[in-house]
């Protein structure tokens, strides 16, 4: 390995920290527990609004509803 200038060094160092830097900042940000419910959330929000998603949903309540209903007046 050949001799280095130590400014090059401390350069290079400080090159390094700031990558480092911003690296972590990054992660931070994308495993902010907040912001992955939020995308959780509008997934599913955006999901729900297909449809056939609302359709099948307000099929089930229906069938719920009718059980409900007969097995109170069944006993």
Known sequence: MADRDPEAIKRDIDVARDQLAATVDSLAVRAN???LADDLKAKVVDFVKKPAVTVTLAGV???VVVVV???VRNR
């Open 69 to 71: 209903v007969h097995r």
């Open 33 to 35: 527990p907040r912001r």
């Open 61 to 63: 309540g229906v069938l």
